[in-house]
């Protein structure tokens, strides 16, 4: 490999979402056809994080609504961890659940009673991307736009890391590498 192979992180093209873009995507969510349903895949997506296959496979047992906690189950050799809810991710699953017609385990089943696969989760996201007016948006947007958010509030390296599930740091440090938030106050 010569450096001209080499591409560093700052040449590559944006590969997530904003906060501002993400408040345009799960607005865009709620407009659709399934749109209680849907917003709540794309919100728990976002703030958790989540891989595709993490969010097919996340369970209703996984939740438990009187801590406002739910368990988060890594791949990829990940560390899965519990994560808080936060208050309007409670109010949107209590919502999905009183409407929720199905006894399957999985938190998230299709129109037709099957637990949603990878592809229909990529199928939806591009699908609320453009009706946000996005362009292309694939999952793991979501799960980059998390890593950003949290780097953007001042959350170090270690816990953004163990949040997003890495064992190795090298793949969060992109995160706090280009966070805006590292550069305030450099002069003063």
């Known amino acids: 490999m010569t450096t001209l192979d080499v591409v560093?992180?700052?040449e590559k093209p944006k590969n997530f979402l904003t906060e501002a873009e993400m408040d345009h995507f799960l607005q865009a969510a709620k407009s659709g056809r399934h749109g209680v349903r849907d917003?709540?895949?794309m919100l728990l997506m976002y703030r958790h994080g989540l891989r595709e296959t993490e969010l097919c496979r996340l369970s209703v047992?996984?939740?438990?609504l009187e801590t406002a906690r739910v368990w988060i189950e890594r791949l990829k050799g990940s560390l899965s961890t519990h994560h808080q809810l936060e208050g309007d991710e409670l109010r949107a699953i209590r919502h999905y659940l009183r409407i929720r017609d199905s006894r399957l385990p999985w938190l998230f089943v299709s129109e037709r009673g099957e637990p949603f696969?990878?592809?229909g989760v990529y199928y939806l996201a591009r699908r609320i991307g453009e009706r946000a007016n996005l362009g292309k948006v694939h999952p793991h947007m979501l799960r980059h736009a998390c890593g950003y958010a949290?780097?953007?509030k001042g959350h170090d390296l270690?816990?953004?890391q163990d949040y997003l599930g890495h064992r190795d740091p090298k793949h969060t440090a992109i995160y706090?590498?280009?966070a805006a938030k590292r550069f305030e106050n450099l002069w003063q």
């Not at 047992?61 to 438990?64: I, M, N, P, Q, V």
Request: proline letters at 0%; hydrophobic letters at 30%.
């Open 176 to 178: 706090t590498r280009t």
């Open 61 to 64: 047992s996984a939740l438990d």
């Open 8 to 10: 560093d992180q700052h």
């Open 39 to 41: 917003h709540l895949m």
């Open 158 to 160: 270690r816990t953004i």
């Open 150 to 152: 949290l780097a953007n």
């Open 117 to 119: 696969t990878r592809q």
